[in-house]
């Protein structure tokens, strides 16, 4: 089978307090075309579990670059406070994620080391303690941009300026979740996504990166990554309809579309996708950096 590892930085349109430039736009993709090449020799290697490798490997770079609400540079709750979720799964039925995550540099790492326990997830205070536990030592993720993106959320809270699909909360405005899925040459697939949430939530909250079916989703027909609106991705179950509509036989590109149009406006949503012979991405209105490269 023909190796091949996509990966994404996010879903989310520009708004007119925080447009988006061709060259951040450009820039995007470009970095999400790096964390591919991070991926790729995992896929030319001829270990076991190079599926899982390779996504870990791109999920880092972009948790590391702080342009991206993940790891280094991630949103930060409304009290200031800063919380991060992230997954892991196989084709082979491994899943492990953390939620609500403190001060640890890369949580899609903590997310794989709690694959060699019998636990499924962590999260909170115990997700913290786990991953001093294994070593992953206290950081500081907190960015300029981040506290810039915390002090305008407020803003728009205490004014009611609120973005369209912030009424909720009114809801959100999210950018730079970032996640990646991929297909080695024995024909396993793993999956990766890690995210600081969205730009407006309480402490505590948990969106749809670290749940299995929602966030993410790996069988035996593929693997899929979701980002964009995540109360509504847990309870549309996001990756797994999309993934089941590439176990029905549904070319990854035409599951993600489908997906993307029934998702509820004026909420965004994300995906990418690979199957045993293709792979998709898209998102609302295609606001999505995203990359594929074949090993
Ligand atoms: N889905 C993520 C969440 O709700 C946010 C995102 O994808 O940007 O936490």
Not at 124 to 151: D, I, N, P
Not at 241 to 247: E, F, N, S
Request: proline content about 5%.
């Amino acid at each position: 089978m023909k190796p091949v590892i996509l990966t994404h930085g996010g879903a989310g349109r520009p708004t007119p307090d925080a447009p988006e430039s061709e060259g951040a736009r450009a820039e995007a993709v470009k970095a999400c075309a790096q964390a591919c090449e991070a991926g790729t020799p995992w896929l030319k290697s001829s270990g076991s579990d190079v599926a899982l490798e390779a996504v870990i490997a791109a999920a880092m770079v972009l948790e590391d670059d702080p342009r991206f609400n993940a790891g280094t540079g991630a949103n930060l709750r409304l009290d200031g406070s800063l919380e991060l979720d992230a997954s892991v799964a196989t084709s082979d039925g491994r899943f492990a994620a953390v939620a609500c995550l403190r001060a640890t540099k890369n949580p899609v790492l903590v997310a794989r080391a709690l694959l060699t326990t019998p636990h499924v997830m962590l999260c909170g205070e115990g997700a913290t303690r786990f991953a001093r536990q294994q070593g992953f030592a206290e950081a500081s993720m907190v960015t300029e941009k981040a506290l810039k993106r915390w002090k305008a959320a407020r803003e728009r809270l205490a004014s009611g300026r609120l973005r369209p699909y912030e009424q909720g909360w009114k809801n959100i405005q999210f950018h730079g979740t970032i996640g990646a899925v991929a297909r080695a040459a024995d024909g396993t697939f793993a999956v990766s996504c890690s995210t600081g949430g969205t730009s407006m939530m309480l402490p505590g909250r948990i969106g749809d990166t670290p749940i299995y079916g929602a966030g993410v989703y790996a069988g035996e027909h593929g693997a899929v990554c979701a980002t964009g609106h995540g109360e509504l991705c847990i309870k549309r179950m996001g990756a797994f309809r999309v993934y089941t509509r590439m176990a029905q036989g549904l070319h990854p590109q035409k599951a993600i579309d489908l997906e993307v149009a029934d998702f509820p406006q004026p909420y965004e949503v994300g995906f990418i996708a690979v199957s045993r012979e293709a792979h998709g991405m898209g998102a609302t209105d295609g606001y999505m950096p995203c990359f594929a490269l074949e090993a």
